[in-house]
């Protein structure tokens, strides 16, 4: 069936440090690929999307690039703040009204 | 700005009670969702509304309906309060299917059932 793997945390970095979050996902078909965000008290935001392979999301300084040969679709920042301390969601969707969310990575930065 | 509420922040609740969860959307959605969030397993889909009165089992229904009457509104409902309930609660509303367009989160829940 279809899932998404990401890498546990707690992830703690200092401000400015570069981000990684890892996510791979088993999919049949051709997926949609999502990053969402969680801040504190909220719920979840769309960061941002990818929809075919070798496409690139990016927002906010946050960009992922969506690789079939490797089934991956990392999150990474060239320089994160400390407002960027949140629950980070990889998610797909491969048609209908169903999305599969992984299990979160909280990433905490510290100034 | 689409905005959606979610009746309550935080629920206590005993084994056995019927509970309500209020979700309301802005945006003349066509879908609503309802999921749980728990720790290490993400978010887990309990029902979807694809139209008014019309609803679709998600992947852990059990123990749970859903209700809805209008279409800004859609209910979550627990008949017989259990302590495995005891989780963050989210509702979501899109107007197309989650593949095309965005889904757009309340802020949840947080049910403890004693």
């Known amino acids: 069936g279809n899932s998404v793997t990401q890498m546990e945390g707690p992830v703690t970095l200092s401000e400015e440090a570069f981000l990684t979050i890892n996510c791979t996902y088993t999919a049949t078909g051709y997926p949609s690929l999502f990053w969402y965000v969680q801040y504190p008290g909220e719920g979840l935001q769309l960061l941002l999307k990818?929809?075919?392979?070798?496409d690139k999301g990016s927002n906010k300084g946050f960009e992922a690039t969506y690789r079939k040969e490797t089934t991956s679709f990392h999150l990474e920042k060239g320089s994160v703040q400390v407002s960027d301390s949140a629950v980070y969601f990889c998610a797909l969707h491969t048609g209908g009204f169903k999305t599969i969310f992984g299990a979160g990575t909280r990433l905490f930065v510290k100034a | 700005d689409v905005k959606v509420t979610q009746s309550s922040r935080y629920l206590v609740k005993r084994t056995g009670e019927k509970v309500f969860l209020e979700c309301v959307q802005d945006m003349d959605h066509e879908n609503m969702f309802w999921y749980r969030q728990d720790p290490g397993l993400g978010l887990r889909l309990i029902y979807f509304s694809y139209d008014v009165k019309m609803k679709e089992k998600g992947d852990i229904p059990e123990g749970y309906s859903v209700s809805r009457e209008k279409k800004e509104r859609f209910s979550l409902i627990l008949e017989s309060a259990s302590t495995n309930q005891t989780s963050m609660y989210l509702c979501?509303?899109?107007?197309?299917?989650?593949?095309?367009?965005?889904?757009?989160f309340g802020p949840g829940t947080r049910l403890t059932v004693l």
């Open positions: 990818a929809t075919k392979a070798d």
């Open positions: 979501a509303s899109s107007l197309g299917t989650p593949g095309t367009d965005t889904q757009y």
